[in-house]
């Protein structure tokens, strides 16, 4: 590779929880060598069709492959689905005459790590959750060059860089911004601020809960701001968007810094990229975990709960009566709040968008002085 220019292939899709660390990553590489030839690779059916080309880079697509999780026609299909998946996958790694492979999980890292591997290029893997995922399980058996958002994730090999984020987030000033991003937001700069998210597919049960407790939030001088989700919007008995007094509510926000920035506390699911960014960020969360899945969301928050910068409240526990029994008087609290918001912070982690740029670099054998190879890896596995 001496004297050409670096080759990264990215895999990963499907939802934001696995573009987002992925575009995070590319921006950290080209920073540091601009040179590098970045190629995405997703699906046609998930939301990096949009969410890629719109950050800059180029996406390729290859057939999504579910891995089913019981006996089914599905499962019969799978190896002939996998095995077209693995020549697309190969087809792109050779056209981009890749140096080295991406992989943050989801459906579409599966066949681009076992392309790799047969063309013996090297693999480099991120896991985003506590629990890793089917497609990060295998791939982690065909590299060293493994990295996880959680100290606890167990994959062999794996070294603990966080979460690679956008740095608006990474390198946000909550307290110099503050006021600018409550103006943004519509919210008032002197009465305590309670901004409540489900994620971009928004989250019923909190959003049910919050729409109860609006008379003993407003009782207690707290001003919510609530993230419903596209499509989730809170509506009263005539059919008009539900409306209370310090409440205001949209579908959307873009830009979760000016939300981070205004909340005294925000309350959201512990995805990971949540529980990763509040800890960045040092801003204090309660948390209320997805009630079903494979419970990788209360690990995920495990670390930063332990640590007292955020409270974890079951869903099935998430009520208009805990709301007022403790959600209420932690809005009154200052010097608890600013405890939360100091060991969050003291828990996160807000370069591993570099971190990560620098394992590519060594797995790839590049070295940005010589804008050059030193050679295949020697540390991949054979």
């Known amino acids: 590779m001496t004297n050409q220019n670096l080759s990264v292939v990215l895999a990963g899709g499907g939802t934001a929880g696995h573009i987002s660390p992925l575009l995070a990553i590319a921006r950290a590489i080209r920073a540091s060598a601009p040179e590098t030839e970045i190629l995405a690779v997703g699906t046609a059916a998930g939301m990096e069709t949009g969410l890629v080309p719109a950050a800059g880079f180029k996406l390729a697509t290859i057939d999504r492959v579910p891995m089913p999780r019981r006996p089914s026609a599905d499962l019969l299909k799978l190896p002939g689905r996998l095995s077209a998946a693995v020549r697309q996958a190969g087809a792109i790694i050779d056209e981009a005459a890749a140096d080295v492979v991406v992989g943050v999980g989801g459906y579409v890292s599966t066949p681009l790590y076992f392309a790799a591997r047969r063309r013996g290029v090297p693999i480099v893997i991120h896991e985003a959750n506590a629990r890793p995922g089917l497609a990060n399980r295998l791939g982690a058996r065909l590299t060293r060059h493994v990295a996880a958002a959680f100290d606890n994730t167990p994959l062999p090999h794996a070294q603990w860089v966080g979460m690679p984020m956008r740095t608006e987030i990474a390198r946000l000033d909550r307290d110099a911004v503050r006021d600018a991003a409550r103006t943004k937001l519509g919210l008032e700069p002197g009465r305590p601020a309670l901004i409540v998210t489900g994620g971009s597919s928004g989250a019923a049960s ?157 797995a790839a054998g590049y070295s940005r002085a010589g804008h050059g190879s030193t050679g295949k890896d020697t540390n991949e596995l054979r």
């Open 206 to 362: 909190i959003n049910g809960t919050i729409s109860a407790s609006l008379p003993a939030l407003a009782a207690a001088g707290v001003q919510v701001l609530h993230i419903t989700g596209r499509g989730k919007q809170l509506l009263d008995a005539s059919g008009a968007l539900l409306a209370a007094p310090g409440y205001r509510q949209v579908e959307y926000v873009d830009g979760m810094e000016d939300v981070y920035a205004a909340a005294d506390v925000l309350l959201a699911r512990s995805g990971a990229a949540t529980v990763c960014e509040v800890a960045a960020v040092g801003v204090p969360a309660v948390l209320v975990p997805l009630p079903h899945g494979n419970g990788e969301q209360a690990l995920n928050a495990a670390g930063l709960v332990q640590a007292q910068g955020a409270v974890l409240v079951a869903d099935r526990e998430f009520t208009p009566d805990w709301v007022g029994r403790q959600l209420v008087p932690l809005l009154q609290d200052p010097q608890r709040l600013a405890a939360m918001a100091a060991a969050a912070r003291a828990l996160g982690i807000r370069d591993a968008d570099e971190r990560m740029a620098a394992m590519v670099f060594s």
